[in-house]
């Protein structure tokens, strides 16, 4: 069965009366941009990830149980932080705020390590740290 026009589907009914967007939530058009805080916080989630990849196969992984705690800490609360502020979450500022310690005690821990790959990660983190508290206030 085709219908060209909506009024003669059987069962569908448009919508009246739809209630009112809150005014403070962004209208989705505005969140069809690219957020640079998004990316920000998910560019920190990926690169605790490829870090965790990276120290399981090292060498003195036994002296690393911390970092490799924290990075886990830091990819998840990123990766749940980046969703709330994407959606504009009513609570998206105050994760920022958890995000961000959790963040930058990541990357002081990293920061400890010489190698290339934690002094990355521990830039990454840092910055994303930063970035976060300055949303969250």
């Known amino acids: 069965m085709h219908y060209n026009n909506i009024n003669a589907m059987p069962n569908v009914s448009p919508i009246v009366n739809a209630p009112a967007m809150p005014t403070n ?10 957020n640079p805080l998004v990316n920000t ?18 060498e003195d992984i036994n002296c690393r149980r911390q970092q490799l705690l ?31 310690n959790i963040c930058e005690a990541c990357g002081r821990e990293c920061a400890q390590f010489p190698d290339y790959h934690s002094q990355h990660c521990s830039q ?11 949303f969250a206030m």
Request: net charge neutral; glycine share 2%.
């Open 41 to 58: 916080i998910q560019h920190c989630a990926a690169t605790c990830d490829h870090m965790i990849t990276h120290l399981i196969c090292h």
């Open 70 to 100: 924290l990075l886990r800490d830091c990819a998840d609360i990123c990766n749940l932080t980046a969703s709330f502020v994407a959606r504009n979450s009513h609570f998206a500022r105050m994760l920022a705020g958890v995000c961000a």
């Open 25 to 34: 939530v962004m209208p989705a058009t505005d969140m069809m941009f690219p």
């Open 124 to 134: 990454v983190c840092l910055h994303c740290a930063k970035e976060c508290r300055a």
